[in-house]
């Protein structure tokens, strides 16, 4: 038996215990799993979070960047707060040593060749918990061809992960043929947000993305899209932290940089710290002139 310790006197009663709300937009109901793994994706003390997504091959393959991701991505990996990619990847490329959180692409089938609407869930959820992935990533076409396909892909996923709390992230996709407005991204990041998503992919536009982040009640993250200038990147995740955004999640702009690892420090310092576009842009430049 072990020996009986004394009891206990000092129970501070001239203080109450602080029961603090949770600091990311629209979570404060959710359990305590699902909080955890919201705090590994997004900066506690910010409230951001720099996510670098190298999913593309799921339907394009070994697009420009991502040709060697153990020779181009890993050397980077430690600087962003989350990594998003697929399964294969992780397990086939990125080691268990690696203590970021992961996102894992969670959606998928049809290739550059066909209708991209056309998905369907492609992650068991027993499968993520397995892979300790801290949400899963689903694509949802809102205006696509197989819109409300993609709606319940995500839907699925938001009660599935609500079982084994795991957070989801819905992925606002924008076909060719659809116009890039504040009220379609109103539109689809609300529907996203109404059906269960625990936070939202989407695109940056100049006119109105306060109000996109301001209707969603969610945390919205700004997708980096095609490759433009790093001044131009730098100047469009400054604009989308200012105007609500919680964080970004880039791919091209970060790894098709001429020096990937001096864009994703200062990305870091845009979304973290506030650095204004000059400010990073010479901060990457002389990170990459440092070499």
């Not at 919201?38 to 951001?48: A, D």
Request: aromatic share 8%; charged share 20%.
């Amino acid at each position: 038996m072990p020996e009986v310790d004394k009891e206990g006197k000092n129970f501070s009663l001239e203080k109450q215990m602080e029961t603090k709300g949770f600091f990311l937009k629209g979570s404060n109901s959710l359990d305590w799993g699902m909080k955890n793994r919201l705090s590994r994706i997004f900066n506690p003390e910010t409230g951001r979070t720099v996510m670098l997504a190298i999913d593309h091959g799921y339907f394009q393959g070994p697009t420009s960047g991502l040709e060697r991701i153990d020779l181009n991505i890993l050397p980077i990996a430690p600087y962003a707060d989350t990594l998003m990619l697929t399964r294969g990847i992780l397990r086939s490329i990125v080691p268990p040593s690696y203590t970021r959180a992961i996102v894992l692409r969670a959606s998928g089938g049809p290739s550059i060749l066909k209708e991209l609407s056309n998905e369907q869930i492609a992650v068991d959820m027993e499968d993520a918990v397995r892979l300790n992935a801290a949400a899963l990533a689903v694509q949802v076409f809102i205006g696509g061809e197989y819109e409300t396909q993609t709606v319940h892909n995500m839907t699925r996923l938001v009660d599935m992960g609500s079982r084994y709390g795991v957070p989801i992230l819905a992925v606002t996709a924008v076909g060719t043929e659809m116009k890039r407005s504040a009220r379609y991204f109103r539109l689809a990041c609300r529907i996203c947000a109404e059906l269960g998503a625990h936070y939202v992919k989407t695109y940056y536009i100049p006119n109105g993305f306060e109000t996109v982040t301001a209707s969603c009640p969610v945390p919205i993250v700004m997708a980096g899209g095609k490759k433009i200038p790093e001044i131009d990147a730098l100047t469009m995740a400054y604009n989308a932290v200012q105007e609500g955004a919680a964080g970004v999640d880039m791919g091209r702009n970060i790894f098709q940089a001429e020096s990937p690892a001096a864009m994703i420090q200062a990305v870091g310092a845009t979304v973290h710290e506030n650095l204004p576009p000059a400010q990073a842009h010479e901060m990457y430049l002389d990170i990459k002139n440092r070499k």
